[in-house]
């Protein structure tokens, strides 16, 4: 019994008080930015840029291009797109957008399947820019996380 009381006061020292719990790391963002988030694949990218410049999006893909380039900060530059082969009512629905992946995102969008065949869809959260020659998407993370203190965008 005694050896019993102890172990128990022991073990609750370790388990951290919630005031000193480890946040949760990634892009902030407003709550009304996260409550406001739209889907869209590259294949419509196109039509809604102007509409989209500056927003959230969850932006839906099937496969990345093999050709990426890393920068000095470790961010990544490169293509995501949607290949996808349709009944003969429809047409095939195809699309590219440049992206820029920060480190955090790196290891995991290296792993993405390069084969416009993949008919897996890939979900990320991405801010679309408008530039000068096409739109381009800045992927924040995999998931938005929101809590008391807020909302962020994380990996």
């Known amino acids: 019994m005694k050896y019993s009381h102890t172990l128990a006061l022991f073990l609750s020292s370790l388990v951290p008080l919630s005031g000193a719990e480890k946040p949760i790391e990634g892009t902030e963002i407003s709550r009304e930015e996260a409550a406001s988030v739209k889907s869209i694949d590259p294949d419509s990218l196109g039509d809604k840029v102007l509409e989209l410049d500056g927003k959230l999006v969850r932006l839906k893909?099937?496969?990345?291009?093999?050709?990426?380039?890393?920068k000095p900060d470790g961010t990544l530059e490169g293509s995501v797109g949607i290949w996808r082969y349709s009944a003969s009512?429809?047409?095939?629905?195809?699309?590219?957008?440049?992206?820029s992946v920060p480190p955090a995102g790196a290891a995991w969008f290296q792993r993405l399947p390069t084969s416009e065949a993949s008919r897996a869809s890939i979900v990320v959260i991405a801010r679309i820019t408008n530039s000068d020659t096409s739109p381009k998407a800045e992927l924040l993370g995999r998931e938005i996380k929101t809590d008391l203190k807020g909302a962020r965008v994380i990996w």
Not at 61 to 70: A, I, P, S
Not at 89 to 99: A, D, I, R
């Open 89 to 99: 009512t429809k047409p095939t629905k195809y699309g590219l957008v440049k992206v």
């Open 61 to 70: 893909f099937t496969y990345r291009l093999q050709n990426v380039e890393k």
